[in-house]
C-alpha cells in the first residue's frame, strides 16, 4: 500500500550535454552551450559565423578617383548593400560626376567615422582589409574577428547584434 503514496516517476533521460540548466525568475530554461562563449560567459561567433561577413579593401579618396567609373558605381551599390544608413539610399540614381561617385562611395562606407578601427583606434591605411558588420560599421578584420571570437556577439561602437546576418537565414 505504501506504492499508493509514491508520485509516478518520469523516466529519466540521458544526459544531453548541449544542454545546461540554470535556475532564472523562477522557471528553468535551457542554455545552447554547443555555441562557444567568451571570457565573460557570454556566446561569441565562430570563424566559420565570422568569415561570412564581408570583407572590403579601404581606400582614400585621392585614390578611388584613379578608379574606372563604372569600378566606383559598382563599390557605391555593394557599400550602400552593407551599410544599413544608406539602405534607404540603394536605388537612388547614381552620381554623374566623378568626384561625387568617390564623395558618394565614402559616405556609404561610414563618411569621416570610416576612417579609424574603434577596436584599436590605429587609421586606415590604405589595402587595409576591412570587415563589415550587419550594422555597416567597418573595423580592421583582426580587431573585429579577435572582438566577436573572444569577447561578444555585438559591434564594439554600436551595440548591434552582429548575429541578425545569421538569424536571417544565412547559416554558418
Given at each position: ?13 540521458p544526459?544531453?550535454?548541449?544542454f ?6 523562477g ?6 552551450t554547443?555555441q ?24 582614400k ?33 547614381m552620381?554623374?560626376?566623378k568626384?561625387?561617385?568617390?564623395d558618394?562611395v565614402?559616405?556609404?562606407r ?6 579609424t578601427c574603434?577596436?584599436?583606434f590605429?587609421d ?7 570587415r ?5 560599421h ?35
Amino acid at each position: 500500500m505504501g506504492n499508493l503514496l509514491c508520485p509516478p516517476r518520469r523516466p529519466v533521460r540521458p544526459y544531453d550535454p548541449r544542454f545546461d540548466y540554470y535556475q532564472g525568475h523562477g522557471q528553468r530554461s535551457a542554455v545552447d552551450t554547443s555555441q562557444p562563449v567568451g571570457a565573460d560567459g557570454q556566446p561569441v561567433l565562430t570563424s566559420k559565423q565570422i568569415n561570412h561577413l564581408p570583407i572590403e579593401e579601404f581606400a582614400k579618396a585621392e585614390e578611388m578617383l584613379e578608379w574606372r567609373v563604372s569600378q566606383l558605381k559598382d563599390e557605391l551599390r555593394r557599400a550602400r548593400l552593407n551599410s544599413p544608413a544608406d539602405r534607404s539610399n540603394r536605388d537612388a540614381p547614381m552620381p554623374l560626376e566623378k568626384k561625387e561617385l568617390v564623395d558618394a562611395v565614402l559616405l556609404a562606407r561610414g563618411g569621416e567615422s570610416g576612417q579609424t578601427c574603434n577596436v584599436c583606434f590605429d587609421d586606415f591605411e590604405s589595402g587595409d582589409g576591412l570587415r563589415v558588420l550587419p550594422c555597416g560599421h567597418r573595423f580592421h578584420v583582426e580587431c573585429v574577428d579577435k572582438w566577436l571570437r573572444s569577447q561578444s556577439l555585438r559591434c564594439p561602437l554600436c551595440n548591434h547584434d552582429a548575429t541578425k546576418l545569421f538569424r536571417q537565414g544565412l547559416r554558418a
